[in-house]
C-alpha cells in the first residue's frame, strides 16, 4: 500500500533538477518564466492536497490500529484467500511501516509486521484489501493486468526520462530544437499514465475487501464503516498521487510549448 508521499517522491528529483536549471540565468527565465510560474502553482497545489490526504490517511490508520478486531492481518489474509480457493497464494510479512503490497511475480500477499501480527481494524483494512489484488491477479482484471504491462516501460521511463528531459531543455536553452526534449517528456508521461491506471485498480481492491468483510461477517456494522473509512483515504493518496504526476507533467508541457512559441 504506497502512499502520497511514497509515490511522489519519485517525481521529486525532476522537480528539483529542473527549478535549478530554469533559475541559473536571465536567458532561461525570460524563456521559461510564465509557463513555470503557472506549472509550479499547480505543483504546489497538487503538493498542497496530498499533505492534506496524506496526514488524513495517517490519522485514520492510527485510530483504527487502536480498535480491535477478532483476527491478526495474517489471519484475515489467509480466510479471505482460503474463502477464494487461492490456496497457492502465500501470506508473508516484510518490514517496514506501509509497506504492505500483492506481488503477482510470485503469488505473496506481503503484510508489514505491524498489519502481519496485530488483530486491529486498520490491519484487517489493510490484509482484505492487498488480500482483493490476489481475487483481481486470479480473475484477470483488466486494470491491473495493464499496470502490469505498464512497469518496464515505466521503469524505463523514470529512468531515463529525467535524464533525456534535462538534455533537452539544454538543447532549448541552446536553439537547437525542442525534439529531445519531447521525447523526455513522452517517457516521463509513462509515470502520469500509472498513477492514472493504479486509481482503479487500488479503489476495485478496497471494494472487494468490503464486500468480503461485510458476507464473511468478520466485521462487525462499526468495524466495517471503520474499515471503510481507513480504505477510502488510504486510496484518496494515489488520487493525490496522480495528480502531483499530471501538475508535474502539465508543467514540462508548458515549458516546451512556450519554448516552441518563441522559436517559431
Known amino acids: 500500500m504506497t502512499t502520497f508521499l511514497t509515490t511522489l517522491a519519485q517525481f521529486s528529483s525532476y522537480y528539483t533538477d529542473s527549478a535549478g536549471y530554469m533559475s541559473s540565468g536571465g536567458a532561461q527565465s525570460g524563456l521559461y518564466g510564465s509557463a513555470s510560474i503557472i506549472g ?17 490517511m495517517m490519522a485514520n490508520m492510527r485510530r483504527y490500529s487502536s480498535e480491535p ?33 500483492y506481488n503477482p511475480a510470485n503469488r505473496t500477499v506481503n503484510l508489514s ?25 486470479a480473475k484477470a482484471y483488466p486494470w ?16 531515463l526520462g529525467q535524464i533525456v528531459l534535462m538534455v533537452g531543455l539544454a538543447l532549448i536553452a541552446m536553439g537547437t530544437g525542442t525534439t529531445v526534449a519531447w521525447i523526455g517528456l513522452a517517457l516521463f508521461a509513462t509515470t502520469t499514465v500509472f498513477a492514472l491506471v493504479t486509481l482503479p485498480v487500488e479503489f476495485d481492491a478496497s471494494r472487494r475487501a468490503l464486500a468480503w468483510m461485510e458476507s464473511s461477517g468478520l466485521a462487525s456494522q462499526a468495524m466495517h ?37 518563441r522559436s517559431e
Open 40 to 56: 509550479l502553482g499547480l505543483i504546489l497545489l497538487a503538493g498542497l492536497i496530498g499533505g492534506i490526504v496524506q496526514n488524513r
Open 144 to 159: 491491473l493486468a495493464l499496470r502490469s504491462e505498464l512497469v518496464p516501460l515505466v521503469n524505463l521511463g523514470s529512468r
Open 225 to 261: 464503516g471503520q474499515a471503510g473509512t481507513a480504505l477510502r483515504w488510504a486510496a484518496m493518496t494515489y488520487v493525490a498521487a496522480a495528480l502531483s504526476s499530471i501538475a508535474m507533467l502539465v508543467y514540462y508541457v508548458l515549458i516546451l510549448l512556450n519554448a516552441r512559441g
Open 69 to 101: 478486531a477478532p483476527l491478526t492481518g495474517a489471519q484475515v489474509a489467509r480466510r479471505m484467500l482460503a474463502q477464494y480457493g487461492l490456496h497457492d497464494v502465500q501470506v508473508t510479512h516484510t518490514s517496514g511501516t506501509l509497506t504492505d503490497h
Open 113 to 137: 509486521d505491524t498489519v502481519y501480527s496485530q488483530a486491529t481494524v486498520a490491519a484487517m483494512a489493510v490484509a482484505a484489501h492487498e488480500c482483493g489484488h490476489a481475487v483481481q491477479h
